[in-house]
């Protein structure tokens, strides 16, 4: 998945009511995003690649994408309904937040009831937010500085590998330039041994035994 571009975020929404789906698609194309709309937690599970085969039920109809090139875009925002049939919101922001790859995307739960007790376990589980039923649009609006937040995090994570690769590729460089003085430096002192081994036997060779003397020529 690609990163998403600096206005165009996109969000999987899941919701098992389609007048609710296509309210939270509405409101969120009027901000630019794209959407995914979804109508249970499986196919949430499913469109995000966290689905288990016997849980993948085909004959299901394929989520609702408002955006042809939405596989080439990764999921920055998760907002659920929490009361569904099979699975519910809380349960589907407890995969999320157990999936060691799909964890830092941002989850909101959104429902129509108000009950404390279910908002403060959705939060304390890593909720960003919990939103009442009906959603406006200035609830959306709220929900753009957890998205650019974690866009930002993502960027410094970006940033970081890049540096600690320029530097693992500064350290290979030193090294090769290391072997190669030290090879080289191995190199003259073989040429300098060899010369003085050669040097000092052609000292050793006496000029008596390379030439005969000059007594004898002259008696022969």
């Given at each position: 998945m690609g990163m998403a571009t600096e206005t165009q975020f996109h969000v999987l929404a899941v919701d098992d009511s389609i007048?609710?789906?296509?309210?939270?698609?509405?409101?969120?194309?009027?901000?630019?995003?794209?959407?995914t709309t979804v109508e249970s937690g499986s196919k949430a599970l499913e469109f995000l690649g966290l689905v288990e085969?016997?849980?993948?039920?085909?004959?299901?109809?394929?989520?609702?994408?408002?955006?042809?090139?939405h596989q080439e875009m990764e999921v920055?925002?998760?907002?659920?309904?929490?009361?569904?049939?099979?699975?519910?919101?809380?349960?589907?922001?407890?995969?999320?937040?157990?999936?060691?790859?799909l964890k830092d995307i941002p989850v909101v739960i959104m429902s129509s009831e108000n009950v404390p007790s279910r908002i403060t376990r959705c939060l304390e589980e890593g909720?960003?937010?919990?939103?009442?039923?009906?959603?406006?649009?200035?609830?959306?609006?709220?929900?753009?500085?957890h998205l650019l937040k974690r866009k930002s995090r993502e960027e410094t994570q970006i940033q970081q590998v890049e540096?600690?690769?320029?530097?693992?590729?500064?350290?290979?460089?030193?090294?090769?330039?290391g072997i190669e003085?030290?090879?080289?430096?191995?190199?003259?002192?073989?040429?300098?041994?060899?010369?003085?081994?050669?040097?000092?036997t052609m000292e050793e060779i006496s000029?008596?035994?390379?030439?005969?003397?000059?007594?004898?020529l002259t008696m022969g």
């Open positions: 007048i609710d789906r296509k309210l939270i698609e509405r409101l969120f194309k009027i901000s630019s995003y794209h959407v085969d016997n849980q993948i039920n085909k004959n299901l109809n394929p989520p609702s994408i408002s955006s042809a090139l920055n925002l998760v907002i659920t309904d929490y009361c569904m049939p099979g699975m519910t919101g809380y349960d589907l922001l407890k995969k999320i937040k157990e999936s060691s790859f909720a960003e937010e919990f939103l009442l039923k009906p959603v406006r649009l200035s609830d959306v609006n709220r929900l753009k500085p540096e600690q690769e320029q530097e693992q590729q500064i350290l290979e460089v030193e090294s090769e330039e003085v030290v090879e080289q430096e191995e190199l003259e002192q073989d040429s300098t041994q060899q010369s003085n081994i050669k040097r000092k000029p008596d035994r390379t030439r005969p003397r000059y007594n004898e």
